[in-house]
């Protein structure tokens, strides 16, 4: 605009005084600006550090484990105006077991359509699953036995 207009124009257009637009224009940043310009640099090394995955709350509590005294809403506030947002993690999900992805035959459900038995040992049902330990993961397997109605009629 500065370019299509004289100074003198705009001031009169803006009712500003030629004098009040220097002295605005030769000013220093306010120390706020200043804490924020020096805070800049940090978040973003922050963001960086944390291969993009922290976002304000993260960021603020990195600032303060360095000594930086500054709130989260400031924070956020300077992520979003210089651009960084965090990345979503992806869903972990546990290593997988069972490949369904598979053109083999399905085994049909055999207890599906059998008469419910009273004899013992006639139905088992077994199941596996896994726990994160310090040493690895921990594979577990359960069997229940002597069941007296099919499995249907359980909620299986």
């Not at 965090?86 to 972990?92: A, E, G, S, V």
Request: charged share 25%; proline share 6%; net charge positive.
């Amino acid at each position: 605009m500065k370019s299509d207009y004289s100074v003198s124009e705009l001031c009169q257009a803006l009712a500003v005084s030629r004098s009040g637009y220097h002295d605005w224009d030769q000013r220093k940043p306010g120390r706020r600006a200043q804490a924020d310009a020096a805070l800049a640099p940090l978040i973003t090394q922050a963001h960086r550090d944390s291969r993009e995955t922290y976002g304000s709350p993260r960021v603020t509590h990195w600032l303060h484990t360095r000594g930086h005294r500054c709130g989260r809403v400031r924070v956020a506030r300077l992520m979003r105006e210089l651009g960084l947002s965090h990345r979503p993690r992806r869903r972990w999900r546990p290593p997988g077991l069972t490949d369904s992805n598979h053109d083999f035959p399905i085994a049909p459900n055999l207890l599906a359509w059998r008469t419910p038995t009273l004899e013992l040992n006639t139905v088992w049902v077994a199941d596996i699953t896994y726990v994160a330990t310090d040493e690895g993961w921990l594979y577990v397997a359960g069997v229940l036995g002597s069941l007296h109605a099919p499995l249907h009629r359980l909620g299986f």
